[in-house]
C-alpha cells in the first residue's frame, strides 16, 4: 500500500521540481531562438550592405 501511491511531500517536491526543471529548459530554449534568430538577420543584414555598394 505504501509503495503503490508515493507520499504527498514527495509527490508536490517532485512536480515543483517538474515545473522549475521545465520552466528553465523553455527559458533557455527561448533564449538560444531569440539569439540564432539576430545573429542569422545581422549576419544576412551585413552580407547585404556589403554587396549594395557594389551593386549600385
Known amino acids: 500500500m505504501?509503495?503503490?501511491?508515493?507520499?504527498?511531500?514527495?509527490?508536490a517536491a517532485s512536480s515543483g521540481h517538474w515545473l522549475a526543471s521545465a520552466?528553465?529548459?523553455l527559458s533557455v530554449h527561448l533564449a538560444s531562438m531569440c539569439a540564432r534568430s539576430f545573429f542569422k538577420n545581422w549576419?544576412?543584414?551585413?552580407?547585404?550592405s556589403?554587396?549594395?555598394?557594389?551593386?549600385?
Open 50 to 56: 556589403q554587396f549594395v555598394p557594389s551593386a549600385s
Open 2 to 11: 505504501w509503495h503503490s501511491s508515493p507520499s504527498p511531500k514527495y509527490a
Open 43 to 48: 549576419c544576412v543584414g551585413s552580407r547585404f
Open 23 to 25: 520552466r528553465s529548459i
